[in-house]
């Protein structure tokens, strides 16, 4: 559904982004209070947008006072594996209360979805895999003894795996004697498109009561926010807010920038059957690096059981280029961790495999901004969320809604 504005209309809230985030924020304001809420992108949900598009539409934005057409954006396409997983994240560190909310939110989701006569499984992709950090050295081994403490401490569910009960659980995965694992037998995987694509169905049906309204693929004319702007708008948003405050008194920066992935798909993917998502201890290291270009094993099999590849890592600008490159990177590195890879060519793959490429918005630091615009009284901005979007955006939501404070907002706001 696209809605066509011709005349001037009003909403309560305009999202402007429509990636998992701005979706999400749409849907916790539909359910959570009685706004009326329109969400606005130049492309589909999740896809993207030109360069030139965001020109006019931080022009016309300004001229505006950031409440009125056209609204032009923004590239969110959702690449991800859908890990919803706690075996990467770290107790007590700034995040952790927003990732623990987000966690529970989205079993909630999955329970609603349920409730309502319906499998979660088959609509989000929802299902308890566990996950796996896993490690090849003794000096990973210790670092991975270490997280199991932590994370046993605040209270999840995790286990230290040797190289013998890890080969016991994942028979595909092959690390040598020194390795093992730290295993989170009750973390979660989702599909991120289904979970996109059933989000955008459920806040369309506040369409009949006029509350909910998307404008996508096309200009506007007259389309007005009564209340305020929530602008969720990836890596573009560091550019659209200089342009937005370029003529208030106002010094604001937000230091996002694009960080590009690749993710190798292998449909129906037979030569074996992974249990759990897997992921190298050394994804952590590259995640929060700001390396120009990484690798990092990381393993899930979907729903459809497809085999899902990653990670790739680059700052290359606003770039979405497949890289032949870095396909086989991630496929050799993959191999090294899964040897049954070694026997298949992906040349043979050819007609099987997809290629997803994206643009992850990086945070120096790895937190997010999320919360008021300073000096502007009712724009909100979400956005920042790099490679961790689909595991915190319904807490980011949440957030934003501000119904009731479950994380501290302090944490992500930045004065002035």
């Not at 129906?268 to 690096?289: C, I, P, Q, T, W």
């Not at 990177?329 to 997809?354: H, M, N, V, Y």
């Amino acid at each position: 559904m696209s809605s066509t504005v011709s005349d001037s209309h009003s909403y309560d809230v305009v999202v402007v982004g429509a990636g998992i985030i701005g979706l999400s924020i749409a849907r916790q304001l539909l359910n959570g209070s009685d706004l009326s809420v329109a969400v606005v992108d130049a492309a589909v949900p999740c896809s993207g947008a030109t360069g030139a598009e965001w020109v006019e539409f931080t022009r016309v934005l300004k001229q505006r006072c950031y409440f009125r057409q056209p609204f032009h954006l923004v590239f969110s396409l959702v690449i991800g594996q859908g890990y919803i997983w706690m075996v990467n994240k770290v107790p007590g560190s700034e995040k952790w209360e927003l990732v623990m909310r987000s966690r529970q939110l989205w079993e909630k989701f999955a329970e609603d979805v349920k409730y309502l006569g319906m499998d979660p499984q088959e609509v989000l992709g929802w299902k308890k895999t566990g996950s796996l950090l896993v490690g090849k050295t003794s000096q990973e081994m210790a670092a991975l003894k270490e997280k199991v403490e932590q994370l046993s401490k605040a209270g999840l569910k995790a286990e230290l795996l040797s190289s013998t009960e890890l080969q016991e659980v994942e028979p595909a995965l092959v690390i040598g004697e020194e390795g093992g694992a730290a295993f989170l037998p009750d973390d979660y995987q989702l599909d991120a498109r289904r979970s996109v694509a059933y989000i955008e169905k459920e806040n369309r049906k506040y369409a009949t009561e006029g509350r909910y309204g998307e404008y996508y693929n096309q200009p506007l004319t007259g389309l007005l926010s009564k209340k305020a702007i929530v602008i969720a708008t990836g890596c573009w948003t560091g550019s659209l807010m200089q342009e937005l405050i370029r003529d208030f008194d106002i010094e604001f920066e937000v230091p996002v920038k694009p960080r590009k992935g690749h993710l190798l798909v292998i449909e129906n993917f037979s030569s074996f059957k992974l249990n759990h998502g897997s992921m190298e201890v050394g994804y952590l290291g590259h995640r929060d690096a700001n390396e120009t270009s990484s690798i990092s094993m990381t393993a899930t099999m979907d729903t459809s059981g497809n085999l899902v590849l990653g990670s790739s890592r680059q700052f290359v600008g606003f770039s979405t280029e497949i890289s032949k490159h870095i396909i086989n990177q991630i496929w050799e590195r993959a191999g090294e961790f899964f040897p049954s890879l070694r026997e298949l060519s992906l040349t043979d793959l050819e007609k099987t495999r997809e290629v997803r490429v994206g643009l992850r918005p990086f945070m120096p630091g790895g937190k997010p901004m999320i919360g008021l615009v300073p000096g502007l009284s009712n724009a909100f901005l979400a956005a920042g969320h790099e490679g961790e979007g689909l595991t915190l955006a319904l807490g980011t939501a949440d957030m934003v809604l501000g119904n009731p404070p479950k994380v501290d907002n302090a944490l992500y706001t930045h004065s002035s």
